[in-house]
């Protein structure tokens, strides 16, 4: 089961985000750039998605994720994650000062493919 919740830019919305890109092209990492905007770390919610799989009649998952917030609303939702699989893409000179900052300022779970394992 795949479920999609909108919630472009760590939910900030998709104009947002756009405008979150021109202040990282200006220096800034992913989260500095969403505080000068006025948000937050991340201002997704994830109680539709516990919504959607309780209206599934689903209490288990195997969540797709290097998100530990996703992990734990789940789980603060009465979901449960009976395990977890990383999402990894390649490191590129494009993404790693992206992912870096997703990695110590957001938490994420990038350790493997930021030190080169997979």
Do not use: C, W
């Amino acid at each position: 089961m795949l479920l999609y919740l909108a919630q472009e830019g760590r939910g900030i919305g998709l104009a947002n985000k756009l405008r979150a890109y021109t202040l990282q092209d200006g220096g800034l990492d992913t989260v500095d750039a969403d505080q000068v905007l006025g948000f937050g770390d991340d201002e997704r919610q994830y109680a539709v998605a516990v919504d959607m799989l309780n209206a599934l009649n689903i209490d288990q998952v195997q969540l797709l994720t290097n998100n530990p917030l996703k992990m734990e609303a789940l789980r603060q939702g009465g979901i449960e994650v009976v395990s977890r699989q990383a999402l990894y893409g390649s490191v590129t000179d494009h993404n790693q000062r992206y992912l870096n900052a997703k990695a110590t300022r957001g938490g994420h779970l990038l350790e493997d493919v930021l030190s080169g394992q997979r």
